[in-house]
Structures are given as C-alpha cells and as structure tokens.
C-alpha cells in the first residue's frame, strides 16, 4: 500500500486566523481622538453576536435541507433536535452576554454613541436572515421608522434577505412534514373525532364541579362559568375547522388546520415511542421561539437602562421599538398555544390496536418467520 502522505502543520494562530480576528476592532472614537474605553467591549460584544449568528444559520442551513427532503426518517428527525439543542445553548450565550455589555454605563456609552449615527443593530443582516429562515413573514413584521425593514440596508445586504424572503422557511417546511403525518386516520373513526369526544366529556365535567360546588357563591360561580366558556370556545378553534379558518384569515393563528391536528397528536400521544423525537421537535421549536423573545425582552431593558427614551442611532424608537418586536416577531406561537388544548392521559381516546402497535415500534412475524 502507497504511504499516506502526512498532513501538514498546523498552527493554532493560522487555523483560527486571529490575526485577522484581533485586528478588527477599529474604535471610532479614536479616529475622532476621542477616545472612549468602552468602545472595545462594544465592538467586541456584536463581533461575538455576529460569529454566534453565522453558526445559528449553519445549524438553520442544515434543518431546512433535512425537512426539505420527501421522506424524512426518524434518524433524520433525531439529527433536527440536536440542530436545534445547539442553536438554544448559543440563544442562552447571546442573553447571558447582555450581562457583560451593562457592565458599562450609560455615561460609558455617551461617551462615543454619537459616533455611531446612523449604524444600528437593525441592521445586523445575518440576524434578518435567521428570522426568514425561520419564517417570520415580511406582514408580521413591526414597522421600522415607518419605513420598509429591507430599507435600511445596503443594496448586496438586500439582496440577500430579498432573497431569503422566497426560500421556503422552516415553519413552511414543517407544516407541510405535519400535514403528512400518518396514524391521523383510525379507520372508521377518526384522531379529531375522538379527541372531539373526549374534550366534551371534560368539558361537561368541570362545568358541572363549577355548578353543584357547596363552597361558591351564586356570584362566584357565574363568574366561573363565565371564564369557562370561554375555555369552551378556545376548544371550538380547533375542533372546528371553518372557526380555525377564520382565525387564520384575521391573522390569529397560522398552522394549517391539518398540520395543528398533527402537532396536537403529537404532543397528547408524545409517551408513544415513534413519536418521541417529533414532540422533543415541536418543543425545541417553541423554545427557540421563546429565547428569541427572552433576547429581546432583555435587549429592550438594556437599552432602556442606557438612553432611556431617546431614539436610537438608526433612527428607531429604540426601546419602545424593541419591546413591541418581542412578542409581534414570534414565529412557533401556534405550538405553543397548543397546550391549551391538552387534555388528562385519563381522558386520552384509547388508541386502537394497529394504530397503538404502529406507534410503539411493534413487529410481528408472519408465516412462523
């Protein structure tokens, strides 16, 4: 056999290229001399943001090629958890690290803020990039200074998300991997029918502990059903189709009605060995969605904590800016939402035999073979 021939060296310095690295820290306080000792954490904090986005979009890349695919296996639905467990531990870092930037203060960051107009983390491409990938829609989007969101980049960087708008999303990709979901059908029944059934003899249950309860008063209780019916008509959206139609319609919900049918066996019959690694999937999801929040919750408090109510360098609102995009630029709200409507293991349809031995990897062998 030919010998192999051997690697060559490496140099840690070289592989990393930290040269290239630590040499891009350019403060612009000292072009104005200036100089602003705060400004090197600044710069260093987004430089690190900046890194942790490229390896979450890495990590995106990766699941919408495996969802992208026509057949995705159980093996390839295990591999999309461990993308996702990776992109929330780096969501925790990116929160954890607004710890490190409040060490400086407000009169640290005057210091050399005006220098900065009109740069702002809005423009942070990357981090537009991973919402689209993920599949915040250009409709859901809180209005920048009154002006499109794409307006503020340059004419490359708008290309880029410009384009990321018409790839299919990983909310795309994953409704349709729900929308095929099998064991939806149990042959002269159904999933949604029996579910619909059981709902409503809960549902009858706990109105009826609220009526013949001893210890409430007339008026407590009246005020008890009148919060339970509205628990009632919350189970109507998805036990009715064209009510979850109308909702998707005004905006209030936009899972298909097949997909959120899907989503909810899933996280009812989660125990069922087949469906472990899909429920672990919707779950990571919604935490994604959730530390995508928390960051910007946090991000709104730090910044408020440092200009108060002045407007930002890009010419926001600033922190009123950034409090309202936390919750409107939720993405996986609808699987969250979804816990609403779980009922008690106790009051589960039972499942039917084929469909039990379907879920929990059972073999039989024909013919003694």
């Known amino acids: 056999m030919p010998k192999e021939k051997p690697l060559p060296p490496q140099y840690y310095q070289d592989y990393l290229s930290l040269e290239k690295i630590l040499d891009s820290q350019d403060l612009i306080s ?32 990766d699941l919408l090629t495996i969802f992208g695919e026509k057949e995705i296996n159980e093996s390839h639905v295990g591999t999309a958890v461990t993308r996702l467990d990776r992109i929330i531990e780096i969501q925790k870092i990116l929160i954890d690290q607004i710890r490190v930037l409040e060490t400086m203060t407000p009169m640290d960051f005057l210091d050399f803020r005006d220098f900065l107009i009109p740069a702002s983390g809005f423009q942070s491409v990357q ?23 794409r307006s503020y980049l340059n004419k490359s960087d708008d290309k880029a998300v410009k384009d990321s708008e018409d790839e299919k999303s990983l909310f795309y990709l994953l409704q349709k991997w729900l929308e095929r979901t099998p064991f939806l059908s149990w042959g002269k029944t ?71 049918q899907a989503a909810l066996l899933i996280l009812l019959y989660r125990d069922q060995p087949i469906l472990h690694n899909p429920y672990q999937l919707l779950t990571k999801l919604a935490d994604v969605d959730e530390l995508f929040t928390t960051w910007r919750y946090r991000h709104a408090l730090m910044v408020s904590r440092m200009i108060g109510t002045k407007i930002g360098t890009g010419g926001s609102t600033g922190t009123a800016y950034l409090s309202q995009t936390a919750e409107k630029h939720r993405i996986f709200s609808d699987i969250s939402a979804l816990t609403t409507f779980l009922i008690p293991r106790s009051s589960l349809p039972d499942l039917p035999a084929e469909v039990r031995n379907d879920l929990g990897f059972y073999f039989h062998i024909k013919n003694g073979k």
Do not use: C
């Open 30 to 61: 000292d072009k104005f001399k200036q100089h602003a000792h705060d400004e090197m954490l600044f710069i260093i904090i987004h430089q690190i943001y900046e890194l942790w986005f490229k390896q979450i979009l890495y990590e995106l890349d």
């Open 127 to 149: 981090f537009r990039l991973i919402e689209n990938k993920l599949g915040l829609l250009p409709g859901q989007r809180f209005s920048y200074g009154n002006s499109h969101y």
């Open 190 to 260: 159904s999933f949604w029918d029996e579910y619909a059934l059981a709902v409503k003899t809960m549902l009858n249950s706990d109105r009826h502990l609220i009526e013949t309860n001893n210890n409430l008063s007339d008026e407590e209780k009246q005020k008890h059903l009148s919060e339970y019916s509205k628990t009632e008509i919350s189970f109507g959206v998805v036990l009715d189709e064209k009510q979850h139609n109308d909702m998707m319609t005004k905006g209030e919900w936009r899972l298909s009605h097949k997909a959120t």
